[in-house]
Each structure stands twice: as C-alpha cells, then as structure tokens.
C-alpha cells in the first residue's frame, strides 16, 4: 500500500477507495492530483475484481451439464458469451481509473504549463534594456526642459 500526500493510505479496498473519493475536496491543485490518483487505483482495483469475477463465472457456468448430445459445449460456449459481459464492465472500470489521469494530465496541460511559461518569460526580460521609447530617462546633452541638457537657458 502507497501513502499519499494527505498520510491517508492508498490500498487495495474498494471501500476505502470509495471513501476517499467522496471526502475529496477541490480547493488545490493538489487535490486534483489526489483525485486522479484515487480513481486510478479505484479504477485499477474494480479492474481486476470485476475481471476476476468475470473468469470465475465463466468457468462455473462452464459446469453446467447441458444437452447430452453437444457433451458440455454449448454450456462453455453460453459462459463465454455471459462472462464476456462482465469482462466489458471490467474495461469500462480501467477506462474510468485512466480518465483521472487524462484528467490531471490536461489541467496540467492547460493550466499549469501556461503559468509557468508566462513566468519563465517574465523573467528572462528583467535584466535586459529594451530599446525604444522611454519616459524618465534623462536626456543625452540633446534638447529637453531648459536647464536638463547642462546649457544655461
């Protein structure tokens, strides 16, 4: 089990994951980032189970006595197809943990990296004089206000 930034644990109890994910506030950044990371490992979790689930089922059905002229294969076939259904759920659910991290990836994308562009700019121009028009530079011995050239007026 991982810890997260809020000491909270991250673990493998759907439950838990649950509840985590209705305590979640957004106030920071960082609670986005702990979202997407809940509902991954949510997602990840409700994964394996449901696809687990699904080959445990399968295999159950597989069982079942069926006519006696097809010896047993129309039942195993009949369990793929209704186990296929939950091996679907299980591919939405690890779509559902991946979205999270699509949906940190694209705040980042969108919100961080402009902010920290705008700030690398910002300081790369600090340090070095830009040309052209000026307002308060004293003028070089050219014409001004009287007295500023050093010339008696």
Excluded: C
């Excluded at 509840?19 to 950044?29: A, G, N, P, S, W």
């Excluded at 299980?90 to 902010?115: C, D, N, R, T, W």
């Amino acid at each position: 089990m991982s810890e997260s930034d809020s000491g909270e644990k991250l673990g493998s109890n759907l439950s838990q994951l649950v509840k985590q994910l209705e305590k979640m506030e957004f106030k920071t950044d960082r609670d986005l980032y702990q979202y997407a990371r809940i509902l991954r490992a949510l997602g990840l979790e409700l994964h394996m189970r449901v696809a687990m689930d699904a080959d445990v089922i399968s295999a159950i059905l597989a069982q079942y006595k069926g006519k006696w002229y097809t010896f047993g294969v129309q039942s195993k076939i009949r369990a793929k197809l209704v186990g296929a259904h939950l091996k679907g759920g299980a591919s939405a659910a690890k779509v559902l943990g991946l979205s999270g991290v699509k949906m940190y990836a694209s705040f980042v994308k969108h919100f961080i990296q402009p902010e920290v562009e705008a700030e690398k700019k910002a300081r790369e121009g600090k340090g070095k004089k830009k040309p052209g028009f000026s307002i308060g530079d004293k003028p070089r011995g050219a014409a001004g206000r009287p007295g500023e050239s050093g010339k008696a007026a």
